[in-house]
């Protein structure tokens, strides 16, 4: 089948292609949702920006696919294999991913909040900068791999291998899980209550209902950051930059705003330092 036939059989309402071979495909932009793909051969196609969320991908092959900015929040890739493929910036959302294979895949700046990725294969793989927050890493393989910059609020580790991983710059707080073996090193950056974070750069960073309570945030770069619910109660925020920062019933009560950048910042249902709410 090609990927012509493949749409116009869509379009005309069939969801069920399980099997089918596409190898080299080009579904890019393509609108797929909830597509039943089941074990298909979909080897090097591309699918750039396409949405496939709520697809069903379990068995499928995708290695050496094209997949930056793809769509599959909610997808079903069960035992796929992506194994060399590139994600970067895809949306991965609580995506179903146990036993995945990612040998050498490209995960950068990919959003992945709440996957389950247990029992993965990803050695190799470069997850620098992508949003690993609840995620569910057990027992995953990410030997040689990189978890640079990645957002690891909430995620658990347990049993995960380890060997030889970039861990440089990743965010963890008290809901991280690791093996009692392995313990965040200089590098690692906390998110917590009086965590000392000024001068950092949590550009875009997925900061939602974090409690950084008393945190030193003076001069911190909060640009574009979600901070959605956080309680940043006494925190200081000195000459930090909250260009346009999500801080919708967010929590500033007696926090340090002075000289502090708020440009397009969104104040919606915020506590602000006074002890008022800003209703926008």
Same mark, same amino acid.
């Given at each position: ?8 059989? %869509? ?35 591309? *699918?750039? +920006? ?16 094209? #997949?930056? $900015? ?6 079903? *890739? ?11 910036? !895809? ?7 146990? +036993?995945?294979?990612? %040998? ?12 389950? *990725?247990? +029992?993965?294969? =990803?050695?190799? !793989? ?16 990410? %030997? ?15 049993? =995960? ?9 990743? #965010? ?15 590098? =690692? ?14 550009t875009n960073t997925d900061l939602s209902d974090a409690d950084l309570t008393e945190a030193d945030l ?6 574009? =950051? ?12 000195? $000459? ?16 340090? *705003? ?23």
């Amino acid at each position: 089948m090609n990927s012509d036939e493949l749409l116009q059989r %869509y379009s005309a309402g069939e969801r069920n292609f399980k099997g089918v071979d596409l190898v080299g495909a080009n579904l890019h932009d393509a609108n797929l949702e909830g597509i039943n793909l089941h074990s298909a051969n979909l080897y090097s196609a591309g *699918l750039q +920006g396409a949405n496939l969320e709520r697809a069903v991908l379990d068995n499928a092959r995708l290695d050496n696919a094209e #997949l930056e $900015g793809i769509n599959l929040e909610n997808a079903s *890739l069960v035992e796929a294999d992506l194994s060399e493929s590139t994600l970067e910036r !895809a949306n991965l959302t609580n995506a179903d991913m146990r +036993g995945v294979k990612l %040998y050498e895949s490209v995960l950068e700046n990919a959003c992945l909040k709440g996957v389950n *990725l247990r +029992g993965a294969n =990803a050695a190799f !793989a470069l997850f620098n900068g992508a949003n690993l927050r609840e995620a569910d890493l057990r027992d995953i393989e990410l %030997y040689e791999g990189s978890l640079e910059g990645t957002n690891l609020m909430g995620a658990d580790l347990s049993g =995960a291998k380890l060997d030889y991983v970039n861990f440089s710059r990743f #965010l963890y707080d008290s809901e991280t899980t690791f093996d009692d073996t392995f313990s965040p090193h200089s590098g =690692a950056i906390y998110i917590g209550a009086g965590a000392d974070l000024k001068g950092i750069d949590l550009t875009n960073t997925d900061l939602s209902d974090a409690d950084l309570t008393e945190a030193d945030l003076s001069r911190a770069n909060l640009s574009g =950051a979600d901070l959605s619910r956080a309680n940043l109660e006494e925190a200081n925020l000195e $000459g930090a930059n909250l260009d346009y920062t999500d801080l919708t019933d967010a929590n500033l009560e007696q926090a340090n *705003l002075i000289d502090a950048q708020t440009r397009m910042t969104i104040f919606r249902n915020t506590i602000m330092p006074d002890g008022t709410m800003l209703l926008e």
